[in-house]
């Protein structure tokens, strides 16, 4: 039991981090984005590296054990590809107005921390121009829309990356620290790109803050979900039987390296310049190979 608590407090901490993206938006003087480039690229190098090194043999050993070889190989490859297909099916149907991970810049982010910035105008904002006050209203209005739909796309999105979080300390907790610690980087950024435009639409910091914060809560929510439909199928003593934990772990190799390749290294390579997101992804892969074999 103290594994399911730890292993929640984990994927809590990871969805919690969408709120520390928004905080810095409005506390931070400037948005140090060549910060952000290197640690969601170090997330994708963490989640890359521990999906294919780790998590996916760890699916491919608990699978061969139970169904021998080669079924156990091509079941751990069909669920790794399940995976991908998942969090793929989740990111098509999805409403979202703009793009989630959409970068925003320095001119759009200052007026949250700074109350004395000048206020950019519909056009630099892309959107429609603001010639009388029913056109700002309908302007507000898809601002608005904008942050809630992307808030919304964001928790979706979090759901699977709390059950990976999840599942992966639930098994091994030395294996759930750097996961948790990947996820919670690259929902840094996230917590900015909802809390822009809900701030622009309402004038509120605070609400444009919590509204930050709870689309974190997918991912614990996530877990909890995982959680009950693990007890469905767990087995005598308490033990969950290896072909189900071989079948999640493959699925959750496929979601975490979907969640690299689709957002996380577009946005390094976004945020930063030269070669920003490959140092981050290589030092995320350095860190991950370092800790996987001290912990041996």
Request: some cysteine.
């Amino acid at each position: 039991m103290s594994n399911v608590w730890f292993a929640l407090g984990l994927t809590v901490f990871a969805g919690m981090a969408t709120g520390i993206g928004s905080a810095i938006a409005f506390m931070a003087k400037r948005t140090n984005f060549r910060f952000l480039s290197i640690a969601t690229g170090f997330s994708a190098g963490v989640m890359l590296y521990v999906s294919f090194v780790e998590i996916f043999i760890k699916g491919v050993d608990s699978l061969v054990e139970s169904y021998g070889d080669p079924m156990g190989h091509w079941i751990n490859c069909a669920s790794f590809f399940g995976g991908m297909a998942l969090i793929g099916i989740i990111d098509a149907l999805i409403p979202h107005a703009e793009n989630p991970h959409e970068i925003h810049a320095e001119f759009e982010t200052a007026p949250l921390h700074n109350p004395d910035a000048p206020m950019p105008t519909s056009d630099e904002l892309k959107m429609k121009t603001i010639a009388d006050e029913e056109q700002h209203t309908k302007h507000n209005h898809k601002l608005m829309r904008m942050g809630l739909f992307t808030a919304l796309a964001i928790a979706i999105h979090n759901f699977p990356e709390g059950l990976a979080t999840f599942l992966a300390a639930l098994e091994d907790p030395s294996l759930g620290i750097p996961i948790a610690i990947a996820i919670a980087l690259h929902n840094i950024p996230e917590g900015i790109s909802v809390s822009v435009p809900i701030f622009y639409a309402t004038g509120n910091r605070k609400k444009a803050f919590i509204y930050s914060f709870l689309s974190g809560l997918a991912e614990p929510v996530g877990a909890i979900i995982a959680y009950f439909a693990l007890t469905l199928f767990v087995g005598e003593g308490g033990v969950i039987p290896p072909q189900v934990m071989g079948i999640l772990f493959g699925g959750v190799a496929g979601i975490m390296v979907y969640i690299s390749l689709d957002e996380l290294l577009p946005t390094s390579r976004a945020y930063g310049k030269g070669h920003d997101s490959l140092f981050g992804l290589v030092g995320g892969m350095l860190v991950m190979a370092l800790s996987l074999l001290l912990m041996r």
